[in-house]
Structure formats: C-alpha cells, structure tokens
C-alpha cells in the first residue's frame, strides 16, 4: 500500500482521464468476458431470475400506464396482486425495467451484468487508487470485477439485486475510510472536508439499502465496525460521531423505502423470508439439510468462500510486510481495517456465531451467512492488489488468483442453468392474463396464496345460490382495470357480494357509489369481495398512498437536503482553503 497523495495543486483533467480510462477498459472487458457464455448458451436462470424478470416486466408494463413509482405488482399471483415493489428496493428493478423500455427483453441480462460489474470494477479503482501503486490498483479492479463471489451470483442465483449492491461496496468502504481520517496524515490538510466525506457516504450507504436489504443489512454493521476501529485506535469519539451521522443520513435518503418497508411489514407474511431452506442455520459453511439441491449449493458455496479466505489471508500476510518495511503507522490502520472486516466477514460464515445471528438485530434477515463473501471480495481484491505490486513474486500473485477466478467461473458455468425461453414464458403470461406466481413473504397477512386460481374472471358474482333465477343475474361491466385503480359498473336487482381478481391489502380503498366500504375475504384466500347494494352501482378500488409513504417521503427529502447542504459547505471550505493557500504562495 502507499500513502496517498498530496491535496495540493490537484492534477490535470487530462492526467485523471489516463488514471481513470484503463480501469474502465479493464472493467469492462472483464464484464464482456463474464457474459460470454450468455451469447451460445442463453441467459444463466439461477435461483432467482424469474423472480427479477417478473418484477422488470410489471414496472416497465406500469411505466406505460403512467405509473412513475409502482408500489403493487400487478400480475404477481396469477394477476391477484402482492405489493412487492414496497418491499423490494427499487434500484434494481428499476435499472431492469429501464433497460427492457429501450432494449430486447432477452439481453436485458446480458447488459445489466455488464453495466454494473464495469461499475464494480470503477468503484473499486476508487478505493484501490488511494491504497496502491497503479498496477496493483489495476490489478485490484480486475479482482473484483471478476470475483468470485460476483461469479456465484451471475451464473448460479441470479440475484441481480444484490450484485448491484456490491458494486457499491469499495466505495462505501473508501468514504467511511474518509471520515475516519484513515487516509489523510496528520500533517496534511484533508483533500475531501470531512462534511463532504458524510454526505457522499450516506449517498452510497442509502444506494446499497435501494438495491438489496440484505446487502444493507452487511453494510451498515461493517461500517459501524470500521467507525467504532477508528474510534478506539485514534482514542477519539470524532469518527465514530461522524460515522453515525453518515449512517443517520443515509437511512434518512433512503426513507421513502426503508420506512415504508419496516411499517407495512405487518401487512405481509413476511415471516416466510425466514421459511425452511432460508433459514440461517441451515446455510452455515458446508451445512447439509434433508434437500440435496440446497446441500449442493451450499458446498459449492462455501468451497468458493474457503478458497477466498485463504488467497486473502496470504495476501493479507503479504501486504502486511509491505506496511512494516514503509513504517507507515497510516497504512496500517488501514491494514488493520480492512482485516478487521475481513475477520468480521469471516467469523459470521461459520455455525458457532448461530447465537449472534438470533442477537443482533436484523441480522437474521440476511438470511445466508455465505453472503457475507460480498464483504470478503472487497478485501480480497485490495490486499491482492497489493500482494503482485512486488516484480519478483507479483506474477506469482496473478496466477494463483486468475486459477481461482477462471476455475470458479468454469466450474459454475457447468453448475449453471441456461435457459433462452424464461423471460419470453413471462412476457406471454402477463400478455394473455394469467400473470406469474406470487413471493411467500409479501403475500398479504390472512392469504394463503397456494389456493389463488391461476385463471380468474376480474370481476365475479361470489354468491350465486342467493340469487333467485337467470334474470337477476347482476350484470358487470369492467370500465377500467389498471395497477392502481379498479372500476366496476353493476346492474342488479338483489344485493351480492362482488369478488375480484385482487388480495385485500389496508392500502386499498374499496367505495361503492363514492362511499367508502369494508370488503371482506374469501374462504380459501384473501380476495378482496365487495357488498354491492340492489340497482346501479359503481364500484371503485383505489390504491392510496398511506402515512407511512408520506412520512418515508418527507423524510428523503429533509435528508437530501441537508446532504446538499453539506455538499455546498464543503466546496465552500475547499475554495477558502484553495484561496488561501494561493494568497499564500504569491506573498512568498
């Protein structure tokens, strides 16, 4: 590692593109190289591909009707519905939408996977370019685009939510690195104002929260870790203090969704993200349950992590001597921070922390320990970097790790399931009306979505037996039938109950005749069945924002704006000080 460089007199836009140009290429090749498989083979369709496919065709399907932000999935459960989109963060179904408006729906993977691994690989040439000499931050980019961690999500899960998520993650890391002061030295002014440095950082942090809970959940406990290391080693409260605010306003920018999400819980079933098979204690390294496609993956899983835990031990060990031969007490913070999150990521893989995972709060909603490997690749990728700077042994370095990532990457491919025909099936089932399956944990409370009917009528008489003959069949007329908005014309001369294709969920308002009802629910699943009195009536369903929403909203707002306002402060101080300093130089 090296100590970064001086603040003053920065260097010329000319000299940072030339920085910044051979990351980006590396990046990017190394996304293309990952993808190739995807030209012969078709899309890799992991565990959760269908699951993101579906949630991109809703939401660019709603964008069409107007609908800016979606809230509930409309052809989710067979067209009855689930708010899925309050639940799952938006950064990613939005990218996957926003790609299908514009491109063919079957390479919207291809492109996602290439667009955020290049991003991936920029994000860690952030961080890397402050720790190491070029080549070993090079090297460092091409590490991570490539991880192997990255690779498992890419060909065997799918999970495009959280590969979004840690691409963020070095930059994270380099921020919070920022705020504690680890990467300026004492005797020079501080290149980023620590006010500049918190509202970057809770830019970042609420990014990872928009684009997988899970990877939110790692986030904010590694960067309290590494807040709470600095303030013990600088026997100082500072970086911790500011540590926190940076986490309070990246909560606050996030609002519009954390809040949202954490109040509506009780809505849901949500308790079925902790169902079997998804249970902590079931995915500890090498676990084996009584399923032996899960037990598979979590081998595979955790012979990744293991072999990732040794290359960045060795290297850890490697640039270790590096720090002692410079004598640099400012390395080694930064040595030790980056180990003290690799030990972290570490020690939570393994069974005997079973009873932290029940303790600390929301840590069990990460569900799968192995995930913690996204922290580990972070650390993994800097400290190889820093291992092949040296021209005896780097080469050396770069073989064993390039054995790692290709030998992961072969053997996933092979492990992989390829299919071309997933994202057209959707496509056809949200054109012909019969929608997609439901999610277990944002079906509504008192549902059981197992019993919905994969083909249902939009609007239905529910109690035929009290209806005396043929001729007082009420007489139904669907007027309009979008996401957000139901409206139903009905003629009859009895009052019935009205059953439609929708799950009754408190965000809805039910009014019949522009007065405001209580529907009830069927037998064997939560439909949303309206009274409808005798004569001509109109039936409108509305889903209305609710005071949680309003609330989430205002606060992203008070927060982006104080994040701005630390902004403005910022470049306010750095152009006094920039001032200064010149006024300075002309008097000498």
């Not at 836009?13 to 996304?31: D, K, N, T, Y």
């Not at 930064?334 to 893989?349: I, R």
């Not at 005396?468 to 007489?475: A, F, L």
């Not at 522009?514 to 949303?528: E, F, H, S």
Request: aromatic share 12%; proline share 6%.
């Amino acid at each position: 590692m090296t100590s970064p460089g001086k603040p003053l007199n920065p260097q010329p836009v000319q000299a940072r593109i030339r920085g910044w140009l051979p990351a980006f290429l590396i990046s990017l090749l190394i996304s293309l190289a990952i993808v190739s498989p995807f030209f012969w083979l078709g899309n890799a369709t992991g565990h959760d591909f269908q699951y993101h496919a579906a949630s991109w065709l809703d939401a660019a399907g709603q964008w069409k009707e107007g609908i800016v932000y979606p809230r509930w999935t409309e052809w989710a459960n067979f067209g009855f519905g689930e708010p899925r989109f309050i639940f799952y963060p938006p950064f990613s179904w939005m990218l996957g939408a926003s790609l299908g408006s514009i491109l063919p729906w079957n390479h919207v993977p291809i492109v996602f996977i290439v667009l955020v691994q290049t991003f991936a690989g920029l994000s860690a040439f952030a961080l890397a370019r402050r720790l190491l000499p070029g080549r070993g931050a090079l090297f460092c980019v091409a590490c991570y685009a490539a991880n192997p961690y990255a690779l498992l999500i890419v060909y065997m899960r799918s999970d495009f939510a959280e590969l979004l998520a840690n691409a963020f993650f070095p930059l994270l890391f380099l921020l919070a690195l920022q705020i504690c002061d680890l990467l300026e030295s004492s005797e020079q002014p501080q290149r980023w104002p620590s006010s500049r440095a918190i509202a970057l950082f809770a830019i970042v942090f609420a990014a990872v929260w928009l684009s997988n809970a899970p990877a939110g959940v790692i986030a904010s406990y590694s960067s309290f870790a590494v807040f709470s290391f600095a303030a013990f080693t600088r026997r100082s409260w500072l970086p911790l203090t500011r540590g926190m605010v940076g986490l309070a306003l990246g909560f606050g920018l996030a609002g519009f969704y954390i809040l949202p999400a954490a109040y509506e819980q009780r809505w849901v079933n949500i308790a079925q993200a902790l169902s079997p098979g998804l249970l902590p204690s079931e995915n500890f390294l090498y676990t084996v349950i009584n399923d032996p496609e899960h037990t598979l993956f979590n081998w595979i899983a955790s012979t990744i992590t293991v072999l990732l835990m040794i290359l960045t031990g060795l290297a850890a060990l490697r640039t270790r001597g590096e720090v002692q031969e410079r004598k640099s007490g400012l390395e080694n913070r930064v040595w030790q921070a980056l180990l003290l999150l690799a030990g972290l990521a570490t020690l939570l893989m393994l069974r005997f922390t079973s009873p932290l995972w029940q303790l600390v709060p929301k840590l069990r909603f990460v569900q799968f320990p192995w995930r913690w490997m996204s922290l580990l690749a972070v650390v993994f990728a800097v400290f190889v970097g820093g291992a092949m700077v040296r021209r005896r042994s780097g080469w050396i370095w770069a073989v064993a790790t390039f054995a790692l990532i290709g030998g992961t990457g072969f053997v996933l491919v092979q492990r992989g399931w390829w299919d071309t025909q997933d994202i057209p099936a959707l496509r056809a089932a949200i054109a012909d009306g019969s929608g997609f399956d439901g999610t277990d944990e944002y079906d509504p409370a008192g549902d059981d979505h197992t019993n919905l009917p994969t083909k249902s009528a939009k609007a239905m008489v529910m109690d035929t037996d009290s209806i005396p003959g043929p001729n007082s069949i009420p007489n139904i007329q669907v007027e309009r039938w979008s996401p957000e908005d139901k409206e139903v014309a009905v003629s009859s001369r009895e009052p019935f109950f009205l059953g439609l294709r929708l799950l009754n969920y408190p965000a809805w308002r039910a009014e019949v005749n522009g007065v405001t009802v209580v529907p009830r629910g069927g037998d064997d699943y939560n439909q949303m069945i309206v009274p409808v009195p005798a004569g001509e009536s109109h039936v409108r369903v509305r889903f209305e924002r609710t005071w949680d929403r309003t609330l989430g909203g205002g606060l992203s707002l008070l927060s982006a704006l104080a994040a701005l306002g630390l902004l403005v402060t910022a470049s306010r101080r750095r152009g006094a000080g920039l001032a200064a300093q010149e006024t300075e130089q002309v008097s000498r």
